[in-house]
């Protein structure tokens, strides 16, 4: 967890067994994901890190990807891979963020495999089920980490705990859709995008927020919107 969970500070995971680590998402730069790795060597001992997943295309979750291992096979879904393979900020940042985050040495690293609505990893000892919400949410190609005998969910940017989701590569509509669907899994614990770990009566606020948000949203819009 990286706080404050602000403009490219981004959370990541890692799955661990006796026959290697699963690690969810990098971080945007090659200091915090040196930092990320070094953590994930400590806690497991070294482990090799022998597969990742990118929950979405979006730099803070995935310009990392070049300091993993060569060995390691990466996931994502079909449009995140062409979403980061067109991404034009890594080569050079907008104005938007001033000053211009210092990336380090990362560069372009894409998935080796390409998801569609769902795929099961068996790793780590584990089911990892990698699962699409079925249309565009925070954005095109977005992917949930669920492990179902742990009860524990990787929802990337799906859900953001105390900061303003963004879906402006996505659908307004489509995001809270998303959110119903992450509580249908019934996680005992989120480990949102950004923001700290969630558990119990915390998820349901959360969501619950997220709801809210996007309903001001649409009300909003139709609001001021010609019908």
Do not use: K
């Not at 482990?47 to 979750?61: E, I, K, S, W, Y």
């Amino acid at each position: 967890m990286q706080p404050d969970g602000t403009w490219w500070v981004n959370n990541a995971g890692a799955v661990a067994g006796d026959d290697g680590v699963l690690v969810i998402d990098a971080c945007a730069t090659a200091a915090r994901t040196r930092r990320f790795l070094d953590a994930v060597d400590t806690a497991t001992g070294g482990a090799p890190v022998r597969l990742a997943v990118n929950t979405h295309q979006h730099g803070d979750h995935t310009y990392g990807n070049s300091l993993l291992p060569s060995t390691t096979v990466i996931v994502g879904h079909s449009r995140m891979r062409e979403g980061l393979q067109a991404d034009p900020i890594i080569d050079g940042c907008p104005p938007l963020w001033n000053p211009v985050p210092d990336w380090g040495p990362v560069a372009r690293r894409l998935p080796d495999i390409s998801a569609g609505s769902a795929l099961t990893l068996h790793a780590a000892g584990r089911r990892i089920e990698l699962l699409h919400p079925r249309r565009p949410a925070h954005t095109t190609g977005d992917l949930i980490a669920w492990l179902p005998e742990e009860r524990v969910l990787f929802s990337g940017d799906l859900v953001f705990a105390g900061f303003t989701p963004l879906v402006f590569m996505g659908s307004v509509d489509g995001a809270p859709a998303a959110v119903d669907w992450l509580e249908s899994l019934q996680p005992d614990v989120v480990v949102p995008g950004h923001g700290p770990v969630l558990t119990g009566t915390g998820i349901t606020r959360v969501l619950d927020e997220h709801r809210r948000y996007y309903r001001l949203i649409l009300d909003t819009a139709g609001s001021v919107l010609p019908r």
